[in-house]
């Protein structure tokens, strides 16, 4: 899918607009619902040609997971970690990843063992934005960062 509703100048009026803070008045060319509209076509081009790259990536994906299959199996039956070749090396590494299967549980021995060092040192974004909320203030030690951004939702039967 292209663009040719938007002519180049019209999306370099657009950009450089955008680039130094200068919006269009009321009554101009550049209304919102002509910026909602082009929005909606750069969203479906950009769909449109990942889905595209995505039907070209997928036999290439499906063939190096098969290597990758292959040279793993290779390693282990060699028992090697590594393999070092004329056109690279092949290697083996390990990723854990730590899930809680009872939270209660965990916490409970966590606290019971002062095993502190267990968990990660995160703030919950949503009782901070309850907290303030409610106290008007952050918890002692917290940053709460707000970012905005826009959404464009397409009008129903377009």
């Known amino acids: 899918m292209t663009i040719t509703d938007a002519p180049a100048a019209e999306v370099a009026n657009v950009a450089l607009a955008t680039a130094t803070g200068n919006t269009p008045a009321p009554g101009t060319a550049a209304t919102v619902d002509k910026r909602v509209e082009q929005y909606i076509k750069v969203r479906d081009a950009i769909k449109a040609a990942n889905e595209e790259h995505e039907l070209k990536m997928k036999p290439l994906?499906?063939?190096q997971n098969l290597l990758t299959g292959w040279m793993q199996n290779f390693m282990e039956q060699a028992g090697a970690d590594n393999i070092k070749t004329a056109h690279g090396t092949c290697y083996s590494s390990t990723r854990?990843?730590?899930s809680l299967a009872d939270p209660e549980a965990f916490m409970k021995h966590v606290q019971s063992t002062n095993s502190f060092d267990l968990l990660d040192r995160k703030a919950n974004v949503t009782?901070?934005?309850?907290?303030?909320?409610?106290?008007?203030?952050?918890?002692?030690?917290?940053?709460?960062?707000?970012i905005k951004t826009v959404g464009v939702r397409r009008a129903s039967g377009k």
């Open 61 to 63: 994906v499906e063939l």
């Open 127 to 146: 009782a901070v934005k309850d907290y303030v909320a409610e106290h008007g203030n952050l918890p002692p030690g917290v940053n709460l960062s707000a």
């Open 96 to 98: 854990y990843t730590a």
